[in-house]
């Protein structure tokens, strides 16, 4: 499977199956949106993402509130995710 060029969003991404997703798809050339309400784990796993010469973006959301969905899914504002509601972070990271 190639994914050059793709971006994946992997929700529970910081541990488990859903880290070893996001692992996997990275592996195969995607850049990682690591979704998950842990942090520390998000970014834990976002710098073995780019470990694998692959972008990763650790943004931490509870996929079980609507709300938080739709702003992981909505529309970029600007060039870069800056914006932060109560439901929805993108976790600061550096590189």
Do not use: F, H
Request: hydrophobic share 45%; no cysteine; glycine share 10%.
């Amino acid at each position: 499977m190639e994914l050059e060029g793709q971006v994946a969003l992997v929700t529970g991404a910081a541990q488990g199956i859903g880290e070893a997703i996001a692992l996997a798809l990275a592996s195969a050339g995607a850049d990682v949106v690591i979704n998950d309400v842990n942090e520390e784990r998000a970014k834990a796993t976002a710098v073995r993402v780019r470990e694998l010469g692959r972008r990763a973006l650790p943004w931490v959301a509870d996929v079980s509130r609507g709300d938080a969905v739709a702003a992981m899914m909505g529309p970029p504002s600007g060039t870069s995710v800056t914006s932060t509601s109560s439901s929805t972070t993108p976790a600061s990271a550096s590189g």
